[in-house]
């Protein structure tokens, strides 16, 4: 089959398949940057939600022997706390890579990452969480859930504009 001796040929060349080279192309154009920038922004904030939600529920049964009703905050802030350092890790990595002559120092970043999702996630959450489950009656399952429509775009603005924003050298 000729396509079969070709295919070797063309990754030896460095050609990709066209599917390959339009997404490359796509993938690479400045005017779409900040916008799959927010995706990738959105692919990491998905593992870290799992993440976080995960913890979430069982700090929720470790705390479910304290005769304690607000569980949920005590819950809440220390997965988060640990869903933090995740985040930090493949936005700085993955997401808000430094670009090239430019510099970023890890340990400023580091704490402006922790104050921003400090404001959305100690804050606004529990304020929020407190809200849905005290007030409304909302599962406090649900809750962090919820939450969500609210935190995720603070959270991207607050890390690209702020946290993760680069100097030139």
Known sequence: CPMARNAPAQQ?????PL??????KIWENEKLKPFLQFIKFGLVGVSNTLLSYLLYIGFLRLLRGLAWKQDYILANVSAFTIS???SFYWNNKYVFKKAEGSRR???KALGKCFLSYGFTGYILENVLSFLWIEQLGI???AAPLLNLVFT???NFFLNKLW???ETKK
């Open 163 to 165: 946290a993760f924003r």
């Open 84 to 86: 933090i350092f995740w």
């Open 152 to 154: 995720v775009p603070a």
């Open 12 to 16: 030896k060349e460095g050609n990709l």
């Open 105 to 107: 120092n890890l340990w």
């Open 19 to 24: 599917g390959n080279k339009m997404f490359k």
């Open 139 to 141: 599962s406090k399952y």
